[in-house]
């Protein structure tokens, strides 16, 4: 994170990063060597962007982890499923539509509820089309994710021209509007839901195996299911509302930290809390400096990325059907 501070348009070595944020955190520690330029640089722009691109990391990489558990499948992850989208739309409607009627929680808020109708309906759309099967649940996340999508875009058609250009550049995903009162929402959420799919671990690992299986182990299976769709909608809706729709860290993070670890959720879990953490924040690093002064959305890094991985992972997977 230090080094990430310092990397940017403007460099600031690492010594005077690491005394800046030292020094906010105990006053007078190390005496001040350093322009009140680097300082602001430091401590209002790139240490808030810094600390958001990994709670936002690791929210994406959790959540995708779990989803592949309760599918089954290892191409699930929130963007995928629709979540995201949901996220979105319902971020759009607040901005450009209802207004800040809750202050700072409405953006957050209705991102969540986005989401968490975009979840029940892509449920809905399984059970409607009897497509009970985890590759089936992935196909109609994709469809609902469509169209979704375009209903978030007509949302933006309607809305204020003066303000769609920056919801459009927020679509594709940024941190670059990072602040420290941002900070405290994705925060409180994982030390919320992070926990909570920490304790269900070895339900995660029996829901891997299948629903016989994990029924046979007192897991309400269906319940449980659903649980984990609502906490991965709650963590989605918040992280979208603060970074945009950010793809495939869900899907990829996971796989890496099974690759490291090992198959149990015991470990799966805060390591993918680490490395999507780790790769968002250097995903970001590259999104701010390819294209220097300017500022390219992180999305597009991460579907580069991203699309490559689902590529890979999709050929070992039909590889391995054969």
Do not use: C
């Amino acid at each position: 994170m230090i080094v990430a501070v310092s990397v940017g348009a403007v460099p600031v070595p690492a010594g005077t990063v690491l005394g800046v944020i030292a020094n906010k955190l105990v006053p007078g520690l190390f005496d001040v060597t350093w322009s009140s330029g680097r300082e602001a640089i430091v401590w209002e722009i790139r240490f808030p962007r810094v600390l958001l691109a990994g709670f936002v990391g690791a929210g994406l990489a959790v959540v995708g982890a779990a989803l592949q558990s309760v599918t089954r499948n290892p191409l699930a992850d929130p963007h995928l499923l629709g979540i995201s989208s949901g996220g979105a739309a319902g971020a759009i409607l607040a901005l450009l539509h209802t207004g800040l009627f809750l202050g700072l929680l409405t953006v957050p808020l209705m991102a969540f509820a986005g989401a968490l109708v975009a979840t029940l309906v892509v449920l809905g759309v399984t059970r409607f089309a009897v497509a009970t099967s985890a590759d089936k649940l992935v196909l109609a996340g994709v469809a609902v994710s469509f169209i979704i999508m375009s209903l978030a875009n007509v949302l933006i058609f309607l809305g204020d021209p003066k303000a769609t250009h920056t919801v459009v550049f927020w679509m594709l995903g940024g941190l670059g509007l990072a602040q420290w009162l941002h900070l405290l929402f994705p925060l409180g959420i994982l030390l919320v839901t992070v926990p909570y799919l920490m304790l269900r671990a070895a339900d995660l690992n029996a829901m891997t195996i299948g629903d016989e299986t994990a029924a046979t182990l007192g897991i309400p299976v269906t319940r449980f299911r659903f649980t984990v769709f609502v906490v991965g909608a709650l963590i989605t809706g918040v992280m979208v509302a603060f970074s945009g729709i950010i793809g495939f860290v869900g899907l990829m993070i996971p796989h890496i930290a099974r690759f490291l670890v090992g198959g149990s959720y015991t470990r799966v879990l805060p390591a993918s809390l680490l490395l999507g953490a780790i790769f968002l924040i250097w995903a970001d690093v590259a999104a701010r400096t390819l294209m220097a002064p300017e500022d390219m959305p992180i999305g597009i890094v991460t579907g580069l990325i991203g699309g490559v991985f689902f590529i890979v992972l999709l050929r070992a997977k039909t590889g391995g059907d054969r």
